[in-house]
């Protein structure tokens, strides 16, 4: 399908990236998947191949490209080969936002060198063990000390993407209680260090997909956080993760697209190769009508994901269109990727095989960032509903 959403500059980054990947990824996927997680060093070459600071102004380390089509690119070319960088989506697309839009020139100039460089890696947590969709619900608190220099961090988190080899964890917590009309009220972010007596890291969750991105458990006891390390103003917490979310939610539905492009490709390999009856499976009109429609969903999705991406980069993405992307590319992806895997028999079953690695990533795209229903929400709202 034709696409005007890159430019040249676009395709040769792609190509450096698609050649990294063969060389210093697909090699060594299949023991991250096994250890479910990717070796802290693997971090420090992504870094070195620039992948960190392409939206970092060039003051701090980094390209300085406002754009999100980078980002873009490597969501494609990483589920087309079947693999994953493990935590390093969340690094950048759920840690540097915040950095950006909130911090003070002390606070970028102290921390993004070592966001570029990959000595010091970010999460984000927001959910807790009894709220998921509803943050409005949080209970971890940081209360402010009465000398003022700092807060003291105290509460648990769950679902966090990258939590386990997290440098800095932008942490979510309550310091005053809501507001008879505005329970979204008293919310904070601070950028807490993890090396601070008190923060603790639990369980790494036993996840059926995305295995090779750790996924952990947070608990902070009495944490000392300085004040100095609280991002944007106390207690409007809520309104910068409501700011950042239609691009979370982009970043979703782009890799939605990207798992359904790939499991069409890994499909029709395999039914070109694979022969039952003495023909191959490409041969029988069924495979060739399954195929078909699953690429003109996949074509659908791609260009309802492209036009999200340029209002994302033109500042016009609206939280209503963001959740339409994440909505419909999701559902698309879910629909395909099951319909490819069918088309693999029992081979789609077993791990050694792509699709079957990618019919469990996939499942959680309906879920994290906002579930499904959560999006119908916001784009009914939308509608005057």
Known sequence: MRRTVFNEDHEAFRQTLRDFIETEVVPRY??????GQVPRDFYKQLAELGLFGIEVPEEYGGAGIDSFKFA????????RAGVSFGAAGAHVALGLPYLLDLGTEEQKRRWLPDFVSGDTMYALAMTEPGTGSDLAGMS?????SEDGTHYLLNGAKTFITGGV???????CARTSPPKPDDRRYGITLLNVDTTLPGYSVGRKLDKLGLRTSDTAELAFVDVRVPVGDRLGEENKGFYYLGKNLPKERLSIAYGAYAQAAAAVRFATQYVRD???????????????FELAACQAEVD???????RALEA???????????ASAKLFCTEVAHRVIDRCLQLHGGYGFINEYPIARLYADNRVNRIYGGTSEVMKMIIAKDMGL
Do not use: C, P, S, Y
Not at 140 to 144: D, E, G, R, V
Not at 274 to 288: E, H, Y
Not at 312 to 322: F, N, P, Q, V, W
């Open 300 to 306: 659908a999705a791609q260009a309802v994901a492209d």
């Open 312 to 322: 994302l980069d033109a500042g016009e993405l609206t939280a209503a269109e963001a």
């Open 30 to 35: 299949d023991q991250w998947f096994v250890d």
């Open 72 to 79: 873009a690119i490597q969501t494609e070319e990483t589920m």
């Open 140 to 144: 971890t608190t940081a209360k402010l």
């Open 165 to 171: 080899l997290a440098d800095r964890v932008i942490v």
């Open 274 to 288: 694979r022969k039952v009856f003495g023909q191959a499976v490409a041969g029988f009109q069924n495979t060739k």
